[in-house]
């Protein structure tokens, strides 16, 4: 069964700083691998997806991710973080292309930005 | 275009209870499915659908019900809901496989 891990539930940063999520797919399959936003009392939003296109790919505010295939890893970065970037983010995996049936979540990074 | 519409928000059941929860999308897309989330867990998938009246399980699919008689719509039924469901569901729908999933804004239910 198709899997993903995101390593740490809270990550803290400084306004400003490097923000890194960290996500692991489990398969020898490359899948389809997706970061979706959830801010507060809010449903989830799609970041970036990965479709084979590019190993970079390059998402909505500012936040772009890498495919590393050796590392089956797929983690999330934004040179300098805002405040606005305070919310819950999810990795994803799918291997029927991602539509709303077959999407596979990690539990969830917390992000908090300190001032 | 409303996107995927969720109703109601909030919800409190009593343990026995039975409920439906609506979920509507007005983007003529043929997926559609349900998630739950709960804390440290993620959001986990309860069933979907590809198409008007085909539905099939996900990874969460025991206490609940579902149909879909149209494109539009894609109801989830408790039957005889138990504190275990305390949750907030997600509704989601995309065009096809392969294209960005859209999700709703969440009913947040709790079962005392």
């Known amino acids: 069964a198709q899997s993903v891990t995101q390593l740490g539930s809270h990550v803290s940063v400084s306004e400003g700083a490097l923000v890194l999520l960290r996500c692991n797919y489990s398969?020898?399959?490359?899948?389809?691998l997706f970061w979706y936003v959830q801010y507060p009392n809010q449903g989830l939003q799609l970041l970036l997806k990965?479709?084979?296109?590019?190993?970079l790919v390059k998402g909505i505010n500012g936040f772009e991710a890498e495919f590393k295939k050796s590392e089956t890893s797929f983690h999330l970065t934004k040179p300098s973080a805002h405040m606005s970037d305070a919310a819950e983010y999810f990795c994803?995996?799918?291997?029927?292309?991602?539509?709303?049936?077959?999407?596979?979540f990690g539990k969830g990074t917390h992000l908090i930005i300190q001032p | 275009n409303a996107g995927v519409t969720q109703t109601p928000k909030f919800q409190v059941l009593k343990t026995g209870q039975s409920m439906t929860l609506q979920c509507a999308q007005d983007?003529?897309?043929?997926?559609m499915s349900w998630y739950r989330q709960d804390p440290g867990m993620g959001l986990r998938l309860i069933h979907y659908?590809?198409?008007?009246?085909?539905?099939d399980q996900g990874e969460v699919p025991n206490g609940y019900n579902v149909s879909r008689s149209t494109t539009e719509d894609f109801p989830l039924r408790l039957l005889s809901a138990a504190p275990s469901q305390t949750s907030v569901y997600f509704c989601?729908?995309?065009?096809?496989?392969?294209?960005?999933?859209?999700f709703g804004q969440g009913t947040r239910l709790t079962v005392v």
């Open positions: 983007m003529n897309h043929e997926y």
């Open positions: 659908s590809v198409g008007a009246g085909i539905t």
């Open positions: 994803a995996v799918s291997y029927s292309g991602g539509g709303a049936d077959g999407l596979t």
């Open positions: 989601a729908s995309s065009l096809n496989r392969g294209i960005e999933a859209f």
């Open positions: 398969s020898s399959v490359p899948p389809y």
């Open positions: 990965y479709t084979s296109a590019a190993t």
